[in-house]
């Protein structure tokens, strides 16, 4: 198997994770039968891949009911990341997306009184870019953002015009427009802003949300109008909302399933 440049993965580790993933996310027992079947493994390799972590401690087999649960050898790897500051675990997947897609990526924390603040962002080298400083200040309706914003809050139309009117643009969108932009983030998790909160920026964002549905972190591709296409524009919209199921996988402990619920 290989990605896009020609890197070849070993598809024993993929499965070994895939299983892991499963049963991080089922929080119960399982036996091998069960996990071959949801991972789409025949029941040899399964049962080789569960005897291997089992062995490393990384799982822990019930020998009385023949069930497989994550084991306390996991903690040795994740030991190093417990009371890390959220910001510098998403560094390297935004870094490694705005080096890829040859974007600025802008990361978000959203307050609790409906600001967004700058805390970091990440260029790729040798690109026109924008300079935006850090701990620069935004109402949380503003932009791509806000449309998501709006949308995983599920508001409705009228408390949506009353975040919308919070909002200085360059170019305004309409409310009509932007309210459409809402009602398709909440089945896509994505946004965009074309030119409108400042002139000659386009702007992809995605939100990601912690265990209890607020949303807490925003990220966004901001870059000059003309430097990408609509295709690569629907790439970093890819590469962004990957980012953001896993960042409300691993760092606010939501359930898988409500982060993918979330962007169908």
Not at 144 to 159: F, K, N, P, T
């Given at each position: 198997?290989?990605d896009?440049?020609?890197?070849?993965?070993?598809?024993?580790?993929?499965?070994?994770?895939?299983?892991?993933?499963?049963l991080?996310?089922?929080?119960?027992p399982?036996?091998?039968?069960?996990?071959?079947?949801?991972?789409?493994?025949?029941?040899s390799?399964?049962?080789?891949?569960?005897?291997?972590?089992s062995?490393?401690?990384?799982?822990?087999?019930?020998s009385?009911?023949?069930?497989y649960?994550?084991?306390?050898g996991?903690?040795?790897?994740?030991?190093?990341l417990?009371?890390?500051?959220?910001?510098?675990?998403?560094?390297p997947t935004?870094?490694?997306?705005?080096?890829e897609?040859?974007?600025?990526?802008?990361?978000w924390?959203?307050?609790?009184?409906?600001?967004?603040?700058l805390?970091?962002?990440?260029?790729?080298?040798?690109?026109?870019?924008?300079?935006?400083?850090?701990?620069s200040?935004?109402?949380?309706?503003?932009?791509?953002?806000?449309?998501?914003?709006?949308?995983?809050?599920?508001l409705?139309?009228?408390a949506?015009?009353?975040?919308?009117?919070?909002?200085?643009?360059?170019?305004?969108p309409?409310?009509?427009?932007?309210?459409?932009?809402?009602?398709?983030?909440r089945?896509?998790?994505?946004?965009?802003?074309r030119?409108?909160?400042?002139?000659?920026?386009?702007?992809?964002?995605?939100?990601?949300r912690?265990?209890?549905?607020?949303?807490?972190?925003?990220?966004?591709?901001?870059?000059?109008?003309?430097?990408?296409?609509?295709?690569?524009?629907?790439?970093?919209?890819?590469a962004l909302?990957?980012a953001?199921?896993?960042?409300?996988?691993?760092?606010?402990?939501?359930?898988?399933?409500?982060?993918t619920q979330?962007r169908?």
């Amino acid at each position: 198997m290989s990605d896009d440049h020609g890197h070849k993965f070993v598809p024993a580790v993929q499965n070994a994770t895939r299983i892991m993933r499963l049963l991080a996310a089922q929080g119960e027992p399982l036996g091998a039968t069960q996990i071959a079947r949801e991972t789409g493994l025949n029941v040899s390799s399964a049962f080789n891949i569960l005897r291997t972590l089992s062995h490393e401690g990384i799982l822990s087999f019930n020998s009385e009911a023949k069930t497989y649960r994550i084991g306390m050898g996991l903690l040795e790897f994740a030991a190093p990341l417990l009371g890390a500051n959220p910001a510098d675990l998403l560094r390297p997947t935004l870094a490694a997306i705005a080096h890829e897609h040859r974007v600025t990526i802008a990361l978000w924390h959203i307050t609790g009184n409906e600001r967004i603040v700058l805390i970091d962002r990440f260029t790729a080298p040798n690109i026109v870019q924008v300079v935006i400083a850090r701990n620069s200040r935004l109402p949380v309706f503003a932009g791509a953002i806000g449309r998501c914003y709006a949308a995983m809050l599920g508001l409705d139309e009228a408390a949506t015009r009353t975040g919308y009117d919070t909002v200085r643009w360059q170019r305004e969108p309409g409310f009509d427009s932007y309210w459409q932009d809402v009602i398709t983030a909440r089945q896509t998790g994505v946004a965009r802003d074309r030119e409108q909160l400042f002139r000659g920026l386009q702007i992809v964002a995605t939100l990601a949300r912690d265990a209890a549905d607020i949303p807490r972190i925003g990220m966004s591709s901001i870059t000059i109008a003309g430097q990408h296409d609509e295709n690569s524009l629907e790439k970093v919209a890819d590469a962004l909302t990957g980012a953001a199921d896993q960042i409300e996988r691993c760092v606010f402990g939501r359930n898988v399933a409500d982060s993918t619920q979330k962007r169908k």
